[in-house]
């Protein structure tokens, strides 16, 4: 099973933002830790989502288009479990800054 939305690009855009701003804040809260302030960051890399991954040809076995299987309450077969209207949108971002005294 694979879901999809008309807004992918909409929201990897989201993704990515919400990545950046957490690799800032954790960096930040590490550069004090040692005593030190974030400079301004010398690289970024982001690695491909899953969907990325996948549409490459890639072979990702973190990838699951079946859905999750639980047991059938009535015992005959199990059921592909999901959200309905919901698909997941991830972005996986490194940056690394110059730590300033």
Do not use: C, H, W
């Not at 933002?17 to 010398?42: D, N």
Request: hydrophobic share 35%.
């Amino acid at each position: 099973m694979t879901l999809r939305t008309s807004e992918l690009r909409k929201y990897r855009d989201q993704a990515r933002e919400k990545a950046i701003q957490a690799a800032k804040e954790k960096a930040a809260a590490l550069a004090a830790a040692l005593g030190a302030k974030l400079g301004r960051p010398y690289s970024i890399v982001e690695n491909p989502s899953e969907y990325e991954a996948g549409q490459a040809g890639q072979n990702n076995s973190n990838t699951n288009n079946s859905g999750t299987f639980i047991e059938d309450p009535t015992g005959d077969e199990p059921m592909p479990t999901f959200a309905p209207g919901t698909v997941d949108i991830n972005a996986t971002i490194r940056v690394s800054f110059i730590l300033l005294e």
